[in-house]
């Protein structure tokens, strides 16, 4: 085993020329606060955390969790062992600070039609601890480094979708499609939430030309045809829609004036929902509750100065639909690393973008104190129910819809 020597009480320093804490092996149970702690599940590999320089963490709607591990090979000893083999397995652990379990937000969408019938989740449950991921090898990287020890690059994925991506024995699709996603799902140890869909898919085989399709290609191409998303968060597979998953994943429940995508007018429905406000809204008293506007109706929250934004968001919209909008935040850490995709946020305190939109991808670094990058959109409409501007308008005259 490598020499370490110790620094301060919880830290340690490495003969690879870091110095990390404690905490960041995976047996450790000192520092909460902590979180990092990647390990190949060797005793060769133990002790590859304190090699890391740094840990970038991704979580998207297009597929799964991706961390990305940048570490110096100390002459190159990890290489020459087959640390980084394609395909090896990792565990990837964090602290993690949930307003409620992932059992909760499960049972929530499953036994609920639609978004208003969802009880506000139990904010007094929140917990900090560990989480594990089992994680797998998807890329590796060699740069020029310290002398002559090289600088690695690993970017680790979410085992069970891997292993999906190389089952090509997929089997049958038998009646409806989100039958056969909830089973892929068992079958590799995930959750499930699944929108139902009657869409049939054929399988194409292998042939002289091609492989065969992939259980993950299959899925994806359910989903493609559906018009849904398909990915893996917190150990959970969700195959649905944007306009299905809007309104049921967040930390609050607010009253709400929402637009319906058929009318395209305002109408009341019940939103489970983060809140952000540009400018912040400051510190308020620990447990108290504030009172906020959303989309009209006055609401309480006692989380509404809980993320707080760094900069101006940024918004996009076009003539294309103007109820269509997409955006950026930057959000400080301490809370915002709770986000996941698929969470619904409203966003607050910039005229004429006030309004819902869900989470479609976050990031962040670990091993720093830069901010939470999150992405977020309106749900995608139907062509159908979009509706154009009418013809003939003056921007600013008596026609503009604006200037009404």
């Not at 259980?215 to 195959?239: H, P, Q, T």
């Not at 989309?295 to 929250?301: D, L, M």
Request: charged share 20%.
């Amino acid at each position: 085993m490598p020499q370490v020597s110790t620094s301060t009480d919880n830290e340690l320093v490495s003969e690879y020329g870091t110095t990390i804490r404690e905490a960041a092996y995976i047996t450790s149970n000192d520092d909460p606060t902590f979180m990092l702690g990647i390990f190949a599940p060797n005793d060769d590999a133990a002790h590859l955390a304190r090699a890391i320089q740094s840990v970038s963490v991704s979580y998207s709607m297009d597929m799964c969790p991706q961390v990305t591990v940048q570490l110096f090979d100390v002459n190159m000893k990890m290489l020459e062992n087959n640390y980084f083999n394609i395909g090896r397995g990792f565990a990837y652990k964090s602290s993690e600070r949930m307003p409620f379990s992932e059992a909760e937000f499960l049972l929530a969408l499953q036994n609920s039609p639609n978004s208003q019938t969802i009880a506000a989740p139990n904010l007094g449950e929140t917990g900090l601890g560990y989480a594990l991921r089992n994680m797998e090898l998807a890329s590796l990287s060699v740069q020029p480094g310290q002398g002559s020890s090289p600088s690695i690059t690993l970017e680790l994925r979410s085992a069970s979708i891997m292993e999906m991506k190389r089952d090509r024995q997929p089997g049958s699709i038998k009646g409806s499609g989100h039958v056969f996603v909830q089973q892929a799902a068992q079958q590799y140890g995930l959750r499930f939430y699944t929108e139902t869909t009657k869409k049939d898919k054929k399988i194409n085989k292998a042939s002289s030309d091609r492989r065969a399709d992939s259980l993950w290609d299959v899925l994806s191409s359910l989903a493609s045809e559906s018009k849904f998303s398909i990915f893996e968060v917190n150990g959970i597979l969700v195959f649905a829609s944007m306009r299905n998953l809007f309104g049921r994943w967040g930390a609050e429940q607010f009253d709400a004036n929402v637009i319906d995508e058929r009318t395209n007018q305002r109408v009341r429905r019940k939103m489970n929902s983060w809140y952000v406000h540009y400018p912040y809204l400051g510190f308020g008293q620990y447990g108290g509750f504030d009172s906020i506007n959303i989309g009209g109706i006055t609401n309480r929250s006692a989380l509404s100065r809980t993320l707080i934004p760094l900069q101006c968001p940024t918004f996009r919209r076009s003539d294309s639909d103007i109820y269509q909008v997409e955006g950026s935040l930057s959000l400080d850490r301490h809370s915002a690393m709770v986000l996941r995709p698929g969470m619904t946020i409203y966003v607050d305190g910039v005229p004429t973008f006030e309004d819902f939109y869900i989470i479609t991808d976050v990031s962040f670094e670990h091993m720093s104190t830069n901010p939470v990058q999150v992405s977020f959109r309106k749900p995608e409409r139907e062509d159908k129910y979009i509706q154009d501007l009418p013809v003939g308008l003056i921007s600013g005259g008596s026609n503009s819809v604006w200037g009404e």
